[in-house]
């Protein structure tokens, strides 16, 4: 069966520090993968859309960048955070059914 | 691309009543809708979903319409409860190709006991 993991689960960084969040995908091949930030009680803002390997679209110009090294492994980066990269971040990956990964809840202070 | 639109963005509703979500599609090539429900700070898991084929869908209290021609679909939650109260999220794609998963902009429902 198909899973995914997504982490760190909880993430506290000061304003100017790097960011790397991960998310892998397991039992299954070519996946479309996802990366959304949600505020606290709102929608999904889709990050980053990626159908392949080193084939990312952005959604949102930003102070974040997506790469996907591997076809199953989907990384979410930033050189210098901001206080406004706060939020809960959800990696997600579809194919005939789409999938979240547990979320990271990102705190930049 | 697939442009989804839901409504409303936030619901409250008496314990025992009735929720009912839409939401509205513009691309005729999707043919997959899921819906999905997110509890506080946990991940959107899939609650129920509906295939071009069939226009209803039952799941005990929870059940998705769809109409093709008008493009558009619903979540009906009957016998509300306390724990019913989550974000739901809607969703349309091409199953058929797996192309991208286009998501609506989500709905707070609260259920007050």
């Known amino acids: 069966s198909q899973t995914i993991h997504q982490w760190p689960a909880t993430l506290v960084q000061p304003v100017g520090s790097p960011l790397s969040l991960e998310c892998t995908v397991e039992g299954t091949s ?6 959304y930030r949600q505020a606290a009680g709102r929608g999904l803002q889709l990050l980053f859309y990626s159908v392949g390997i080193g084939q990312i679209s952005s959604e949102v110009p930003q ?30 990956w579809s194919i005939t059914e789409a999938f979240f990964g ?8 | 691309g697939e442009n989804v639109e839901q409504h409303p963005s936030t619901l ?21 809708f899921p819906w999905y429900k997110q509890e506080l700070g946990k991940r959107p898991q899939l609650i129920i979903d509906i295939r071009s084929n069939v226009g209803e869908k039952k799941d005990q209290r929870i059940a ?42 989500g709905t707070s429902l609260t259920v007050i006991p």
């Open chain 1, 102 to 109: 547990q979320g990271t809840r990102l705190t930049v202070v």
């Open chain 2, 12 to 32: 409250s509703v008496q314990e025992g009543d009735s929720a009912v979500i839409k939401c509205t599609y513009s691309d005729s090539a999707s043919n997959y």
């Open chain 1, 30 to 35: 070519n996946p479309n993968l996802y990366w």
């Open chain 2, 64 to 105: 998705v319409t769809l109409n093709k021609t008008a493009k558009h679909f619903s979540l009906h939650i009957t016998e509300t409860q306390p724990e019913d109260s989550a974000v739901y999220f809607c969703a349309a794609s091409d199953a058929n190709t797996g192309n991208q998963f286009y998501f609506g902009t």
């Open chain 1, 63 to 92: 102070n974040l960048s997506a790469s996907r090294p591997q076809d199953r492994q989907f990384i979410l980066s930033s050189k210098k955070l901001l206080l406004s990269d706060s939020g809960f971040y959800l990696c997600a």
